[in-house]
């Protein structure tokens, strides 16, 4: 055989050899091409397979699915916790369970509060209780209407026949503390708290930039309280009878350290020119006189339907009344401490003849 033939022969078949290697042995020669398979889908009773991998967002399958998340109820009056003082009482009112409830009433005085029911509509707490003292039970509701920085108003109403909207302050305890003084009222608007109320024996309320006491029954002491609660002060007012029996027979008074069972001192001038300094215990029931046993004539009070300056002190132990400028009375006494302020009147006519008062330019202020 020619050299150069038997050359080409053994190179030949070399790389026939090398390619039968090739395709048995899955070369990676570069243009050997992969053999090509279906994608393998499972039978209808043939389990999916579980991916190596999460998809972002998702647990894998060994993982806790996550716990959705409850919105909580949000607190549309963060604002109303707290302890509100109307009066000598405050009020102690808690955000809890989703809403708002009194926790606690707490007072100054022996009488007795119960709270009966409450309830939270999502923006307003109302809620009632008894009030009961020497002379008999009530029952008082307040509900709020609205929270003005340190301020909260609500409407009161008593089983009494008393309404009227109140206005509460923020107090930092529990426990009743002093109303800021000076404090003035001019009555020109009919919202600053004070008592209103109208029933068959008497009524008070505002009325044309004054307020006004009317009693209707002989003997039957009516009067309304501004709400305050006050230690040592001097209070000052311009009283106006404007009706009452032909013969003067009435009085008025302005009343300092008033409690919340009607207790308290009482300084009272009559129409025909008469006065009396003296207090009130048992629930308002028992009378000690300090000035004597009978009314004291003065020439400084200003008798019939004509304004009188009054001017009351309660400090310390003094208890002092002044009409027009001129001192009536000045003695010691040291039954009560603190409480609210009043004006009131009394009719002593045998036919329940009306006597009506206006009152004005109201200022109480430290001694």
């Given at each position: 055989?020619?050299?150069?033939?038997?050359?080409?022969?053994?190179?030949?078949?070399?790389?026939?050899?090398?390619?039968?290697?090739?395709?048995?042995?899955?070369?990676?020669?570069?243009?050997?091409?992969?053999?090509?398979?279906?994608?393998?889908?499972?039978?209808?009773?043939?389990?999916?397979?579980?991916?190596?991998?999460?998809?972002?967002?998702?647990?894998?399958?060994?993982?806790?699915?996550?716990?959705?998340?409850?919105?909580?109820?949000?607190?549309?009056?963060?604002?109303?916790?707290?302890?509100?003082?109307?009066?000598?009482?405050?009020?102690?009112?808690?955000?809890?369970?989703?809403?708002?409830?009194?926790?606690?009433?707490?007072?100054?005085?022996?009488?007795?509060?119960?709270?009966?029911?409450?309830?939270?509509?999502?923006?307003?707490?109302?809620?009632t209780y008894t009030y009961s003292d020497e002379n008999s039970n009530s029952t008082i509701t307040f509900t709020t209407v609205s929270i003005s920085g340190d301020t909260?108003?609500?409407?009161?109403?008593?089983?009494?026949?008393?309404?009227?909207?109140?206005?509460?302050?923020?107090?930092?305890?529990?426990?009743?503390?002093?109303?800021?003084?000076?404090?003035?009222?001019?009555?020109?608007?009919?919202?600053?708290?004070?008592?209103?109320?109208?029933?068959?024996?008497?009524?008070?309320?505002?009325?044309?930039?004054?307020?006004?006491?009317?009693?209707?029954?002989?003997?039957?002491?009516?009067?309304?309280?501004?709400?305050?609660?006050?230690?040592?002060?001097?209070?000052?007012?311009?009283?106006?009878?404007?009706?009452?029996?032909?013969?003067?027979?009435?009085?008025?008074?302005?009343?300092?350290?008033?409690?919340?069972?009607?207790?308290?001192?009482?300084?009272?001038?009559?129409?025909?020119?008469?006065?009396?300094?003296?207090?009130?215990?048992?629930?308002?029931?028992?009378?000690?006189?300090?000035?004597?046993?009978?009314?004291?004539?003065?020439?400084?009070?200003?008798?019939?339907?004509?304004?009188?300056?009054?001017?009351?002190?309660?400090?310390?132990?003094?208890?002092?009344?002044?009409?027009?400028?001129?001192?009536?009375?000045?003695?010691?006494?040291?039954?009560?401490?603190?409480?609210?302020?009043?004006?009131?009147?009394?009719?002593?006519?045998?036919?329940?003849?009306?006597?009506?008062?206006?009152?004005?330019?109201?200022?109480?202020?430290?001694?």
């Open positions: 055989m020619n050299t150069s033939r038997k050359f080409w022969i053994v190179l030949s078949g070399a790389v026939l050899a090398l390619g039968i290697i090739a395709c048995s042995c899955g070369t990676t020669f570069p243009w050997a091409v992969p053999t090509q398979t279906r994608p393998f889908i499972p039978g209808p009773n043939q389990p999916l397979a579980s991916p190596t991998s999460p998809r972002p967002g998702n647990p894998g399958p060994n993982q806790p699915l996550a716990t959705p998340t409850t919105p909580q109820p949000v607190n549309p009056l963060p604002e109303l916790a707290g302890y509100w003082q109307d009066g000598s009482r405050v009020f102690t009112i808690e955000w809890q369970s989703n809403q708002y409830i009194l926790t606690a009433i707490t007072a100054s005085g022996s009488s007795t509060r119960t709270l009966v029911s409450q309830s939270w509509n999502g923006s307003s707490l109302t809620w909260l108003s609500a409407d009161y109403s008593s089983s009494d026949g008393e309404s009227s909207v109140h206005f509460l302050r923020r107090n930092s305890s529990p426990t009743p503390s002093y109303n800021d003084l000076p404090y003035s009222d001019g009555f020109s608007s009919s919202s600053t708290g004070w008592d209103v109320y109208d029933t068959a024996e008497d009524g008070v309320g505002y009325e044309n930039g004054y307020y006004f006491v009317i009693s209707r029954t002989n003997q039957y002491s009516s009067y309304g309280e501004a709400y305050l609660f006050i230690g040592d002060s001097v209070t000052e007012v311009d009283a106006t009878p404007v009706s009452g029996p032909s013969n003067n027979n009435f009085s008025y008074n302005v009343g300092c350290r008033i409690q919340s069972n009607a207790d308290g001192y009482l300084f009272e001038i009559t129409g025909d020119g008469y006065f009396a300094v003296g207090y009130y215990t048992g629930g308002g029931n028992e009378y000690d006189s300090l000035s004597g046993d009978e009314w004291q004539a003065s020439a400084a009070i200003h008798q019939g339907m004509l304004t009188n300056h009054i001017v009351v002190t309660c400090a310390g132990s003094q208890i002092k009344l002044e009409v027009n400028g001129q001192v009536l009375y000045d003695g010691q006494d040291s039954t009560f401490t603190e409480g609210d302020i009043s004006l009131g009147a009394t009719t002593y006519d045998e036919n329940n003849a009306p006597a009506e008062v206006h009152f004005d330019n109201l200022v109480v202020r430290a001694p």
